[in-house]
């Protein structure tokens, strides 16, 4: 089955507002084996919608749509749909969905304004799909051999209509992914070493992509590999060919291995983070049951706090400065004993854009890993501006007191941005 | 002026990835007055991105592409440009393209893979367009009527190609933007109060947008209305009409207009975060030159942080738990303390999704702000998922923080996710 996705709306072609809706349902969709052909986008005009609903209905079985449903002037996609169906009958007014528009406003207190009225009318052929969270119902109806689904805008009252009125519609599944994720190489090097594995005609196809620095192999198997256990294998051995890179599967974050890690040892983390600052400490938290595992953190901008808060000797950062191999150890034997944890990363970096020197330039960030029995600091230089530069830094250390932890073998395992020089 | 903006990717109609390269040019574009007729979104095959490209050639007289010029065999955009030309000449090598790709390479201390040599072929009848982010090449051509430009697909990379090469071909307008930032509350409250400022065919046109709780008024003046004074005072009259919710103009983040009231007055400031657990840290750090008035903070995730590193009493943990009005004002007192600063802020409340009950529900949040002569506590209810509670009570801590330095008669004026009731 093919499918087709129409998002509807000024706000999204003007660029004020970021359409997710389409990305959500084709995720959705993929999951069920169903394939986007194309994605459309376009304004609050009629004759551009009723052009773009019979295009994509010709294009694919089953076309989406989302916005344009409410009850203002510029709501057109009632009117768009009738005029796609092409069979030259006014809209009516449908009765049980004027019921519910009614009883949605009392509930609430109010009476129904006279505008909302619109929200009931809907094409002959068509059927209204009832909404529980807001007052536009949805349409369903043929255009053509195609079923349009269309369904309101904001996505708390899509999702729920897409689970009851579009996951029915659809086919059993025909076709499987799976995802694996990596940190510490670049994609080039990635793809490089999966080979013959990208080619785009294999089955399963392998295919990377690249955000946040976060490297991430996609797979997708079709007819006799689309069995879970074909993408299993697949996945299983990229894990192998990306190893120690590879982190994880799925929807687990970086964060989240590492909390993995840790929680199946019984083990618990601290962060000192100098030029990050909390980015790193914000990662973590982002996990939702970290406080299972994560003890806390020191922001250790000032020397100070490096110092009054982690233990830093003034001798040590007198001696080396505060970017420096010395300073990251002794912030991360700190970050240990200040929050009582097992293990402690630390954080130590010029930034940038100031605060560059010849020996250290901006970019250079020096990163501690204690824990039991273990110690150690690598040094890296991350190119890019700022935001970058920290990104990556926060990676970092979750990713290296992941390997500390979970595969110590391959701790050494140089990263893209590793500077071999300690001095 | 008509556009359409055509991206490409697999993982995007896949709905892995989220495009955002459309609306950012699409908001580009809009700021210079050019309108867009269509967005589509098509994976990667080439005869549909030929077909995508002939029709959207037809629909506006700019036709932007991103995506689909990197190297591998995935990547069909110079050959669906090819095909949409028509002419049915081949690809060409392109010569200085292949001395830049070289370039490229070498400045990293690399040979060139040959699978490279693809991103320097062009179709005859194009010209390519130099990258300096990245190794893919854009492209510009004539499609019947239309002029196309391929940009690669990275936002790095595409955002400043789109500034060199397509927007000396967008019409002369004469026109000035400005923008005013406010956090604190809703976009409808806010657009309320603006009034008829916001009508669609006033002149300087008002629009509001929100984004990350931060919502922002954007103006726009034309002709007469151009001038940076007419600008000015218009945004003058948004920021008093928006008081105390507004904090800043331009590109300056609300982190950043803290810093600047902070540094303003020679003072300094510390944070204690627990749920947010370095999340405000991270947005004050995210600031270069943060360091001149940010001293550090403490991630007091568990309650011994809490206790041993910001002083808060266990007997005030005991009393009143940890997510309360006593133990975060304990925790600003003692930040203040521990990182030797003049000001402080604390965070602690139940981001989700477990840990709520009755009395403090998922989404209940305390803030504490302290410093010379001044000591607050606020109480919000931040609804939405964990993600959203997190930023929303980082963001306000930073807000409450700057209101009490900089505009301490309207520091009680509610945010929106204010609850009236500290019990």
């Not at 509930?107 to 969270?133: F, H, S, V, Y």
Request: glycine share 10%.
């Amino acid at each position: 089955m093919k499918a087709a996705i129409l998002s509807i709306g000024d706000e999204l072609t003007l660029g004020q507002t970021q359409d997710t809706n389409s990305r959500w349902l084709a995720g959705r969709l993929a999951d069920r084996g169903v394939r986007c052909v194309e994605f459309r986008i376009v304004p609050d005009e009629l004759s551009a919608q009723a052009r773009a609903l019979r295009a994509l209905a010709d294009a694919a079985e089953i076309v989406l749509v989302t916005g344009g449903l409410g009850p203002t002037d510029d709501d057109l996609t009632r009117d768009a749909l009738r005029e796609a169906i092409g069979d030259g009958a006014p809209l009516v007014l449908d009765q049980p969905s004027l019921a519910a528009l009614d009883r949605w406003f009392k509930d609430r207190g109010r009476a129904m304004p006279e505008i909302n009225k619109r929200q009931a009318m809907r094409p002959t052929t068509a059927e209204c799909l009832t909404n529980d969270a807001g007052t536009a119902p949805g349409l369903r109806a043929k255009v053509g051999k195609a079923i349009v689904v269309c369904l309101p805008g904001p996505p708390r009252e899509m999702e729920p209509m897409y689970a009851r009125f579009v996951e029915p519609l659809l086919p059993r599944l025909e076709m499987s992914t799976g995802v694996v994720h990596s940190f510490g190489q670049g994609e080039s090097f990635l793809a490089e070493r999966l080979g013959d594995r990208m080619h785009r005609d294999r089955n399963p196809l392998v295919g990377t992509t690249a955000s946040g620095s976060v490297v991430s192999a996609r797979v997708r198997g079709t007819g006799a590999q689309a069995s879970v256990q074909a993408i299993d294998q697949e996945l299983a051995e990229i894990e192998r060919i990306w190893r120690p890179y590879a982190f994880a599967r799925g929807a687990v974050t970086l964060a989240g291995s590492l909390g993995q890690a840790l929680q199946a040892r019984g083990l618990t983390m601290a962060l000192a983070e100098s030029c990050t600052g909390g980015l790193a400490g914000s990662l973590v938290t982002a996990e939702s049951g970290s406080s299972a595992w994560f003890r806390g953190g020191v922001m250790s901008y000032a020397n100070e706090a490096k110092r009054d808060l982690c233990g830093v000797a003034q001798s040590t950062l007198d001696a080396h400065g505060a970017v420096s191999a010395p300073v990251a150890l002794e912030l991360a034997r700190g970050a240990c004993v200040a929050l009582q944890a097992d293990w402690a990363a630390s954080i130590t970096g010029v930034a940038g854009p100031g605060g560059g020197s010849d020996a250290k330039p901006v970019g250079s960030v020096f990163i501690g890993v204690v824990g039991p029995s273990f110690e150690a600091v690598r040094r890296f230089r991350y190119p890019g501006e700022r935001a970058i530069v920290r990104d990556r830094a926060a990676k970092s250390a979750l990713a290296l007191l992941r390997l500390a932890i979970a595969d110590r073998d391959h701790f050494t395992a140089p990263f893209i941005w590793e500077v071999k020089d300690h001095a």
